[in-house]
């Protein structure tokens, strides 16, 4: 069982940035995938980047390319998504995920087994 929190969300103009934050706890040896979703009121929650625990390649949705970049600390158990350049239609829950078989850039969410709770970003023009 693995927990996953967030937190680093604010309200910030657009052209800002900000950093995202997620910890793990529990069972941390099983993940080997991370990644960031999100979700506004009435659309689905989308994949907006994610990184294999171990070789630390990264995916990327091309609404953020060149402006996110996700990164992690084994270490700490650590993922984090530094975002540059935000735009109005960045706003959204941010939502840390983890994979416990395999990954290899997957974006459905079926794919990741624990969440959390959500953390929120809100840009404004």
């Known amino acids: 069982q693995v927990q996953l929190e967030e937190s680093g969300g604010g309200s910030v103009q657009a052209g800002g940035s900000l950093r995202l934050s997620c910890a793990a706890s529990g069972r941390t040896v099983s993940i080997y995938g991370m990644a960031w979703f999100r979700q506004s009121p009435g659309n689905v929650r989308e994949f907006v980047a994610g990184i294999n625990w171990d070789s630390a390649m990264t995916y990327y949705a091309d609404s953020v390319k060149g402006r996110f970049i996700i990164s992690r600390d084994i270490g700490k158990s650590t993922v984090d998504l530094q975002m540059d350049t935000l735009i109005t239609e960045d706003t959204a829950t941010y939502y840390c995920?983890?994979?416990?078989?395999?990954?290899?850039?997957?974006?459905?969410?079926?794919?990741?087994?624990?969440w959390g709770l959500g953390t929120r970003v809100t840009v404004s023009s």
């Open positions: 995920a983890a994979a416990f078989k395999y990954y290899y850039g997957q974006r459905n969410p079926h794919d990741f087994g624990s």
